[in-house]
Every structure is written in C-alpha cells, then in structure tokens.
C-alpha cells in the first residue's frame, strides 16, 4: 500500500512538472526586475526619445515641439558635448546610426533628418508614411517603431519598407513599442506609459521576457517621465536605461524573476490578456 501510494505520488508530481513546462512552453514570457550595476547623470530637461552608444558616448534625441534635438553626451558627467536642434515644426523621436550618418525620425510629421555623426551636418533627409517612435538597427536593416505592434524593417540605402514584423506576448498584439535597441540578437522595446521593456524575438516577434524596471527613475508625478531610452554597448556588454526628464542614466544586467506581486505584472498581465494599452 505504501508503495502505492509513494507511486501515485510521483505520477501526480510529473503531471504538475509537466503541466508547469507545457505553460512556460506555450508562450508566456517571464519577467525579470533589473539590478542596477552604475548610475550616471542625465539631463532632467531631455525629453528622451531616442538613445544609442557609440565609441564612448551617448547619442540621444529629445521631442517637444521646440525642445526637439540631437546631442552627444559624455556618460561620465552627462554634458552635452554636440547639438543640432530641430525646426519647432518638427517634434523628435528615435534615432539609430548607420556608417558614418545618423538618422532621426520624427512624430507625426512623416519626416526623417540625417547628419553625419561627427560634427551633425546635415544631409539629405527621407519621409516615410504614418509616425515615428522608436530607431534602431542590425547588421542588415534600420527598425522602426511607430507606436503600434508592428515593427518596419527598412533599407539603410532607401530607407524604405523591406518587412514587418508583428509583435506579440502570449498571442497578443503589443501596442505602444515605443524606443528600440538591438541587444545581442534580440528587439529590446520600451512599452509606453508601462514600467516594462519588451525583449522580442526578431524571427517570430513574440517576446520571450520583459524586463521590469519600476526601481529605476525619479519618484515624480509627472505622467509624462516615463522610461524611454535604451542604449547597448557591445564590446562591453553592457546595458543602458533612462526616462524622459530623468535626472539619472544607469548601466543595469537582468535581476532575478518578478514574483507575482511585484506592480508591474498587473501591466505584464493587462498586455499578455490582449487589453491594450498595458
Ligand atoms: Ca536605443
């Protein structure tokens, strides 16, 4: 009878183990918090829309209309080094490098700004159809965001369409990918107006994780300082984060699995039940 019993008792514990793995395995991404390795200033000011790093600095893009720029930084002391001020007809959003160019969207205003990175003299522009948020790249392509689930692939020679990319979390279609970042083979995307970061499968768009990064930024009620900018260092292996009007930038790895009572995974939940706006 004993025996039994211990019996019955493995079958049962290897039917939860598999149940457990057959729904981690149907698609439910995890989410991780974030651990901060070094902290930096940043510009309260910066209405952040757009964050990259390269050889040593960051490149960053601020919106507003009349606010709207593009600036080196220097990461120790957060100076802006270079600047190039937008039109205020024209409201900034994502940028991305490419050669020896970078390349700003804008908003609504279906138009695209290009400069050398060395000094930010400006080149011949492209447009584009619908709104600009987010920029980033791979080795082939630029990656658009415009504020709905699907990602646009462009030809850095054209910067026109070449593909989409549809991006889900448990078969749910993820509004509001906001700023972008190429981080080893994955789509890092902010989620606007949520304290989550999409981390997205470039071959199928479904997110594998998010990262939560509630601990980070300033205690404010300003609605509009939400976590925007995500930055890589390669060679580093390093990761960057800020908000628009933070006053701090940080270098941050991934932390350890959110419990089920941390708040954000009322937004993870809210996002992976297919009710938009997170
Ligand atoms: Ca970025």
Request: glycine share 10%; aromatic share 10%; proline share 7%.
């Amino acid at each position: 009878m004993r025996r039994l019993i211990l019996i019955l008792l493995g079958v049962v514990a290897l039917a939860a183990a598999a149940w457990f793995l057959f729904f981690r395995g149907s698609g439910t991404p995890p989410v991780y918090a974030v651990t901060v390795v070094k902290t930096m200033p940043h510009d309260p000011d910066a209405f952040t829309q757009g964050l990259f790093y390269r050889d040593g600095h960051f490149y960053e893009s601020t919106g507003g209309e009349g606010t709207s720029n593009l600036r080196k930084v220097d990461p120790a002391t957060g100076k802006v080094l270079q600047q190039q001020d937008l039109s205020p007809a024209y409201f900034g959003e994502g940028i991305v490098d490419w050669g020896d160019r970078v390349h700003q969207v804008t908003w609504k205003n279906q138009q695209g700004f290009t400069y050398t990175i060395k000094d930010f003299t400006p080149q011949p522009g492209f447009s584009y159809e619908g709104e600009g948020w987010g920029l980033t790249r791979n080795d082939k392509n630029i990656i658009l965001s415009d504020g709905t689930p699907v990602l646009r692939f462009l030809d850095p020679a054209t910067m026109k369409e070449v593909s989409k990319l549809t991006v889900t979390a448990n078969g749910c279609p993820v509004e509001e990918l906001n700023e972008l970042e190429w981080v080893d083979g994955e789509i890092y995307a902010n989620i606007w107006q949520t304290k989550l970061i999409a981390r997205i499968d470039p071959a199928t768009g479904k997110v594998t994780s998010f990262l939560d990064v509630t601990g980070l930024g300033p205690q404010t009620s300003d609605p509009d300082a939400v976590p925007n900018g995500i930055a890589y260092d390669p060679a580093g292996k390093r990761l960057f984060l800020t908000g628009k009007r933070w006053p701090e930038l940080y270098e941050v790895r991934e932390g350890s699995r959110q419990p089920d009572s941390a708040p954000a995974m009322g937004q993870a939940a809210q996002i992976m039940a297919c009710k938009a706006g997170g």
